[in-house]
């Protein structure tokens, strides 16, 4: 958050929230908001997943950000806990006030508090890279689904905790919701 980003209130995500929160990532993802809309649902379905946590940046009572955070798996260390970012979404016209920033910060905050050891996320390096997330692929952390060459860099990893990156290596498994594959296409 930058001296002129408003502060939002973080917040955990309630039911009353819901129809703000599909509302928001049908704006925000434009194209793919039916995919998204179709993993909201599935999350809610889904044990794999659990604990989930989804929050939600507040203005007023409106919801204008939310970030969903589900239970990942490392093949072969069962007992690392991982976590998945996805989705994250703002109303457009929030975007590029910090409200995005703020809601990964909150959540890797309370990840951390809770002994999360990793946390992945397929999406932009631009963006994610400013959180701390570096590609995945360079410590041996394989995504879930083939990522074509190009992109092989938007699988990232952040770890919360000291000695794991490099010690922990080998495929993830993200819950099932994420498991569609149309998750993992890229848009070229
Ligand atoms: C991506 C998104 C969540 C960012 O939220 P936000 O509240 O606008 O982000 P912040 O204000 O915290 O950060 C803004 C900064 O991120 C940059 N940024 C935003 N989206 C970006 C993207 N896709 N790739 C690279 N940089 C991006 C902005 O240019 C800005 O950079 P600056 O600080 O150098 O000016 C929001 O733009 C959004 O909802 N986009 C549509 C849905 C989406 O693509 N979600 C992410 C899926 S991985």
């Known amino acids: 958050m930058t001296s ?22 049908q704006q925000a993802f434009n194209s793919e908001a039916a ?43 069962e007992a690392v806990t991982a976590m998945t970012l996805a989705p994250l979404g703002v109303l457009p016209r929030y975007q590029k006030q910090g409200v995005g920033s703020q809601l990964i910060k909150a959540g890797l905050e309370q990840l951390t508090a809770q002994g999360v050891a990793l946390v992945f996320v397929f999406g932009d390096p631009a963006y994610y890279q ?36 490099g010690t922990i290596k080998g495929q993830v498994q993200c819950c099932a919701a994420l498991s569609r594959v149309e998750l993992w296409q890229v848009e070229e």
């Open 4 to 25: 002129e980003d408003k502060p939002m209130l973080i917040t955990s995500a309630l039911a009353q929230h819901q129809p703000d929160i599909t509302l928001l990532h």
């Open 35 to 77: 995919t998204i809309q179709q993993l909201l649902a599935d999350f809610q379905q889904d044990n794999s997943a659990q604990p989930l946590m989804s929050l939600v940046a507040l203005e007023g009572n409106q919801v204008v950000g939310n970030v969903v955070f589900s239970r990942a798996r490392m093949t072969g260390h």
């Open 130 to 165: 400013r959180f701390g997330f570096q590609a995945a692929p360079r410590w041996e952390l394989t995504a879930p689904y083939p990522i074509p060459a190009p992109y092989a860099e938007a699988w990232q990893v952040l770890a919360l905790q000291p000695n794991v990156l």
